[in-house]
């Protein structure tokens, strides 16, 4: 069975560009979660999609964060513009939606560069 | 505030010996469950172990084993007979049973010597 799949694994971009990451969950999981994870630091939630609805985006910040599921399947994180904060590692995780709690299986993630 | 808490940064064992990673939390929830994730230099999460709140026994998998002491709430994991392979970063998360929010410590890095 495939695992979570996650691109670009590394990107570096200037302040105030554009930047989208892309996640394709585990066949037949219907939950979906974008983390960020500071350097030293434990992820943090950023949105929760069950099937194509973000049931819990409380932590990301609308004004330059965005993200989609279209389809309920693969999913879109998208950053405009980027800040120098922005540079971290974002992982996508999955899991199958039918049992509390969860178990989440991780991407590998993409570290984004923020110059 | 729901928090996790893992008071050693660092910690190093020499290989085939036993290392104990600390872990608290804080939570006002009484259902929730509780996780040891581990992260390899690749940086793919995978669970390590988990324990329901509600079991007294503490949770066992092969090498990996917790000491879950609810009234505490501490949830230490201790690994066994170390190998090269163990070395990693190691969170300890909760979930608790309204949400599906995983709220993550900052983490324990593990140097396992050969």
């Known amino acids: 069975e495939a695992g979570v799949v996650q691109s670009p694994r590394y990107k570096i971009i200037e302040k105030k560009q554009p930047v989208a990451f892309w996640c394709n969950p585990i066949?037949?999981?219907?939950?979906l979660y974008w983390y960020l994870q500071n350097l030293g630091q434990g992820p943090e939630l950023l949105i929760r999609?069950?099937?194509?609805?973000?049931?819990?985006d409380s932590q990301l910040p609308k004004d330059r964060f965005s993200a989609e599921r279209l389809k309920g399947v693969d999913s879109t994180l998208k950053i405009q513009p980027a800040e120098l904060g922005d540079s971290a590692v974002y992982l996508c995780?999955?899991?199958?939606?039918?049992?509390?709690?969860?178990?989440?299986?991780f991407g590998p993630g993409t570290r984004l560069t923020v110059l | 505030a729901q928090t996790v808490t893992q008071s050693q940064p660092e910690m190093s064992v020499q290989e085939a010996e036993t290392v104990t990673l600390s872990c608290t939390y804080d939570?006002?929830?009484?259902?929730?469950?509780l996780f040891w994730y581990k992260q390899p230099p690749s940086r793919q999460m995978i669970l390590v172990i988990r324990?329901?709140?509600?079991?007294?026994q503490n949770a066992t998998e092969n090498r990996f084993s917790v000491n879950f002491q609810k009234a505490a709430k501490s949830f230490s994991l201790k690994i066994s007979d170390s190998q090269l392979g163990d070395a990693a970063m190691y969170f300890c998360?909760?979930?608790?049973?309204?949400?599906?929010?995983?709220?993550f410590g900052q983490g324990t890095r593990l140097t396992i010597n050969p």
């Open positions: 324990q329901e709140a509600y079991k007294q």
């Open positions: 066949s037949g999981h219907n939950t």
């Open positions: 998360a909760y979930v608790t049973q309204g949400a599906q929010k995983l709220v």
């Open positions: 999609y069950e099937n194509e609805e973000a049931v819990d």
């Open positions: 995780a999955s899991s199958r939606g039918d049992r509390v709690p969860d178990t989440q299986y």
């Open positions: 939570t006002s929830e009484s259902d929730y469950y």
